[in-house]
């Protein structure tokens, strides 16, 4: 009886401490996340820079490690304003069941090895990575309750993890890499709008302002069709001929644009209906046009 106790016992820890470890590295983002690094690895392997599993497998579990970290970071940061949104107050540190001293040590470790398994891909790749990590933990985590401005800080890291895939494929950061990181980039920017219009009230209990005029009015929805438009603009420029070994066919062009109408569609819906409802879904719609453009590339890079 008491074997089967303990057992049983074990095997709630086991699954509390996992469960634990998902939420803390924010897993279903990390994992989302690690789909834009090897789209981007995808992407840049070459007859000269082969496709490697071993290099495929050390970005995908560095690459969650790197995202992990800045999150467990941001947690132990936050912990005190996760504690007043409803969103985030059952999280391990807020809600106590994880002390802020063990998830730094998680985050450290993370940290460690995720860096050590970039840097035997290729330094660059590593140093992207400690670039990202540094930037959202040290930078746009602060700023979130000081300026609406930390998104346009939080889109450099955020947008590394395309561009990061064609580093640890090629070993090189030009041209390329810089279009996969600039159509990231803008990308960012309705994507998190989007989520700050529709979690404004939650987000307003800790004092975090996301939104490019502090409020949910016509002058942050024009900014959400801005940056949709310069996002279209950027995905397309890989079929102009310019942007080196990074080229999609004219049959991508298409498939790319008319994915970028479908985006700004729901971008132009969220400034007539200015509800939260359209805002959720164009975030929705966000999180699908950039997986689908990725497989495009990838697809087109195949094709071809």
């Known amino acids: 009886m008491k074997t089967a106790l303990s057992t049983t016992t074990t095997t709630v820890s086991l699954k509390?401490?996992?469960?634990?470890?998902?939420?803390?590295?924010?897993?279903?983002l990390a994992i989302s996340v690690l789909f834009s690094s090897i789209a981007g690895y995808l992407l840049g392997f070459n007859d000269e820079q082969p496709f490697q599993w071993l290099v495929l497998l050390m970005l995908c579990i560095?690459?969650?490690?790197?995202?992990g970290a800045s999150n467990a970071f941001n947690q132990v940061i936050e912990k005190d304003l996760d504690v007043l949104m409803d969103r985030t107050k059952n999280r391990p540190v807020p809600s106590g069941r994880m002390s802020s001293g063990l998830a730094l040590v998680v985050a450290s470790l993370l940290t460690v090895i995720g860096l050590v398994l970039l840097y035997m891909i290729n330094p660059?790749?590593?140093?992207?990575?400690?670039?990202?990590?540094?930037?959202y933990t040290c930078v746009y985590t602060p700023?979130?309750?000081?300026?609406?401005?930390?998104?346009?800080?939080?889109?450099?890291p955020g947008a590394i993890p395309f561009m990061l895939g064609w580093v640890a494929a090629t070993g090189d950061f030009g041209i390329e890499a810089g279009t996969l990181f600039l159509i990231q980039f803008f990308w960012q920017f309705p994507h998190f709008w989007a989520i700050g219009w529709f979690l404004y009230d939650d987000y307003a209990?800790?004092?975090?302002?996301m939104l490019p005029t502090g409020k949910q009015d016509n002058g942050t929805a024009m900014q959400v069709i801005l940056y949709t438009v310069w996002l279209l603009v950027a995905s397309l420029l890989p079929c102009l001929g310019y942007t080196g070994k990074l080229f999609i066919s004219s049959y991508a062009a298409v498939a790319v644009f008319l994915l970028g109408l479908w985006m700004l569609y729901y971008a132009v819906r969220l400034h007539k209906l200015k509800t939260s409802k359209a805002a959720r879904t164009l975030m929705l719609v966000s999180v699908s046009y950039i997986s689908l453009l990725q497989l495009v590339y990838i697809i087109d890079k195949f094709l071809r």
């Not at 509390?16 to 279903?28: C, H, L, N, P, R």
């Not at 209990?205 to 302002?209: L, P, V």
């Open 16 to 28: 509390s401490i996992f469960t634990d470890f998902k939420e803390i590295t924010k897993a279903g």
């Open 62 to 67: 560095g690459g969650y490690c790197m995202v």
């Open 124 to 135: 660059k790749t590593a140093m992207f990575g400690a670039i990202s990590i540094f930037l």
């Open 143 to 156: 700023l979130k309750t000081i300026t609406p401005l930390s998104v346009f800080v939080g889109a450099f």
């Open 205 to 209: 209990k800790a004092g975090f302002y």
